[in-house]
T-cell receptor
Framework: AQSVTQPDIHITVSEGASLELRCNYS??????LFWYVQSPGQGLQLLLK??????LVQGIKGFEAEFKRSQSSFNLRKPSVHWSDAAEYFCAVGASYGNKLVFGAGTILRVKS | DSGVTQTPKHLITATGQRVTLRCSPRSGDLSVYWYQQSLDQGLQFLIQ???????AKGNILERFSAQQFPDLHSELNLSSLELGDSALYFC????????????FGPGTRLTVL
């Protein structure tokens, strides 16, 4: 069965600093990987996805993520964080043949000025 | 705005009651997914419908049921409500029946008193 681990429940970074949110997945075959962001009181917005091909994927709002099969990781990065990036971030994995997404527990990002 | 709409936004009810949550997918999307987000369980997949037919089931209780209508909107019915059913219920939609990026609605917050 698929599973996702986001080891950091909370992360605080200064505005303008770089960001890396960690995500490790467990899945036997090639996974489909996603990062979603949830602002307070809002639904989930897709930041980026990896299905195949180039292991470095670019998303919206200046985010990128790198798929590393050997480490079963799909970490999210941003070179310079803005105060508006404060939100909760979810990593998710899906099977290439399946239907559902399995989500990690989420990482709450706080941005300090 | 993802294009997925959910009503109502908030619902407060009592234990033992029954409620219906409604979801309209993005124009052109045939798949509808329901997820439950709670503090203790995180984001959990409940059920998927594709073009009116049930396609996948997750951790959905027997007290819960769903359906998708010919106009592709979907309803999630929750009955014999318990305090532990209090959660945020999300609907998502995608174009196909197999895994693809899912677009999430704003959610319905259910409070059971």
């Amino acid at each position: 069965a698929q599973s996702v681990t986001q080891p950091d429940i909370h992360i605080t970074v200064s505005e303008g600093a770089s960001l890396e949110l960690r995500c490790n997945y467990s899945y036997g075959a090639t996974p489909y990987l996603f990062w979603y962001v949830q602002s307070p009181g809002q639904g989930l917005q897709l930041l980026l996805k990896y299905f195949s091909g180039d292991t470095l994927v670019q998303g919206i709002k200046g985010f990128e993520a790198e798929f590393k099969r050997s480490q079963s990781s799909f970490n999210l990065r941003k070179p310079s964080v803005h105060w508006s990036d404060a939100a909760e971030y979810f990593c998710a994995v899906g099977a290439s043949y399946g239907n559902k997404l399995v989500f990690g527990a989420g990482t709450i990002l706080r941005v300090k000025s | 705005d993802s294009g997925v709409t959910q009503t109502p936004k908030h619902l407060i009810t009592a234990t033992g009651q029954r409620v219906t949550l409604r979801c309209s997918p993005r124009s052109g999307d045939l798949s509808v997914y329901w997820y439950q987000q709670s503090l203790d369980q995180g984001l959990q997949f409940l059920i998927q419908y594709y073009n009116g037919e049930e396609r996948a089931k997750g951790n959905i209780l027997e007290r819960f049921s769903a359906q998708q209508f010919p106009d592709l909107h979907s309803e999630l019915n929750l009955s014999s409500l318990e305090l532990g059913d209090s959660a945020l219920y999300f609907c998502a939609s995608s174009v196909t029946s197999v895994l693809n990026e899912q677009f999430f609605g704003p959610g319905t917050r259910l409070t059971v008193l």
